[in-house]
């Protein structure tokens, strides 16, 4: 059985979603309300930069990419393509649970929606939260409809379905806890056609610590999760797997039925941080293969406190802006698109006076100089005019030298 990450209810937020009036902003949405029943469209939007979007900072690289032409896959519950944020960008996707539907762009459970838009979800009037790779075109497969009716069969067949419908990056946020070998095949058959894979490490750390599959293949990048204060969250499992880590507590995404927000925690929303990474790196370096992405996502994060790797940290945390940009000399010449620098500002235009500026510039140097002079001549003059109350000087006659 897969097991799947979602928010605990909190009474006070339950009767919040009751009677607060619709969009109304808050610095602190409310909690994803738990539960197997369609999820109820968000009532609050972001009035504040969340912290998550604050420490990774995606914006910073949108000048050279925002991840379009990258398709990324969500092997979830579905997306809904008609959430604000996401219009226009959600293909009609595959619904491999329910095999007599034949599109995914619905989203009753809400899980699959709240991970697309930290992938995606463009920026809007209303709303202080946006996605990391807000021109990434989002590929929702359904697997699953609520938190406990999905298996691993259907899990691999979810991943191939991705991979055959042209997706580039894919985004798995569950886990079984025992090897498959459906799944083993399904992640073959993705790097195999250049397909990147990223999976949640998990949620089971206190409660056992079980390996997570497919997060620990080889081949796949596993993401735990990390707090406001960069420590690891107590429910993030960790391992010799571990790839990276994201923001994953208390972090901000869509609902279905938005605009808004709510706000959710685990290991399920700390790996499409990374996929978002991975879509703006896919886009602006488009001849690197999986394997080198992955490479270049681990090269340039941000260090944990001990040595790299570290099982619960893995390499450490993703860095949007180092990941496209960072020069890694083992690409190779023909590795990538050179990588530069983010443009940088413009230099201020310089002041060119006009010629009645220069003119007035011109008088007011000179009145100046004439001024001092003036004052300086009158400090030697009026002392000596005082002496004599202003009678004539003498005349002093002039005796040639000659005449000694």
Not at 68 to 91: E, M
Not at 184 to 213: C, E, F, H, K, M
Not at 237 to 252: H, I, K
Not at 310 to 334: H, K, M, Q, R, S
Request: glycine share 10%; charged share 15%.
């Amino acid at each position: 059985m897969s097991r799947w990450s979602r928010a605990a209810p909190v009474l006070g937020a339950v009767a919040f979603l009751v009677v607060a009036p619709p969009q109304a902003f808050a610095d602190s949405v409310p909690n994803l309300p738990s539960g197997d029943k369609c999820l109820p469209p968000p009532v609050a939007s972001a009035g504040t930069v969340p912290w998550a979007q604050q420490l990774l900072a995606p914006q910073r690289v949108w000048p050279l990419t925002r991840g379009a032409g990258v398709t990324v896959a969500v092997v979830d519950t579905g997306v809904d393509g008609s959430a604000p944020q996401l219009a226009g960008r959600v293909l009609p996707g595959r619904d491999v649970h329910n095999p007599g539907n034949h599109r995914a762009d619905n989203d009753c459970f809400g899980h699959g929606t709240f991970v697309a838009g930290i992938i995606a979800a463009a920026p809007a009037a209303g709303t202080m939260f946006a996605g990391v790779a807000p021109d990434a075109t989002v590929l929702p497969i359904r697997v699953i409809e609520n938190a406990s009716d999905t298996s691993a069969d259907t899990l691999a067949t979810g991943i191939r379905a991705a991979v055959d419908a042209g997706a580039r990056v894919i985004n798995v946020s569950a886990s079984t806890q025992a090897p498959d070998p459906n799944i083993d095949a399904a992640v073959a058959y993705a790097a195999s056609r250049d397909v990147l894979i990223i999976a949640s490490a998990g949620n089971d750390a206190q409660q056992g610590n079980p390996t997570p599959y497919p997060a620990s293949n080889p081949s796949v990048l596993a993401v735990g999760a990390i707090d406001q204060t960069g420590k690891r969250a107590s429910f993030s499992q960790t391992g010799g797997y571990m790839g990276l880590t994201a923001p994953g507590v208390d972090v901000c995404s869509l609902g279905p039925g938005g605009p808004g927000q709510w706000q959710a925690s685990g290991t399920s929303y700390a790996a499409p941080f990374v996929s978002g990474v991975a879509a703006l790196v896919r886009a602006y370096h488009p001849t690197l293969t999986a394997p080198q992405v992955l490479h270049r996502l681990e090269a340039t994060a941000d260090r944990p406190p001990a040595n790299a790797p570290d099982p619960g940290f893995g390499w450490g945390t993703v860095n949007p802006l180092a990941a496209v940009t960072a020069i890694l000399p083992e690409e190779g010449p023909l590795g990538a698109v050179a990588a530069a620098a983010p443009p940088p500002a413009p230099a201020p235009r310089p002041i060119v006076p006009d010629e009645i500026t220069g003119l007035l510039v011109t008088l007011s140097v000179l009145g100046t100089a004439l001024v001092a002079a003036a004052v300086c001549l009158a400090v030697r003059l009026v002392p000596s005019g005082m002496r004599r109350r202003w009678r004539p000087a003498r005349r002093v006659a002039v005796v040639s030298t000659e005449e000694f």
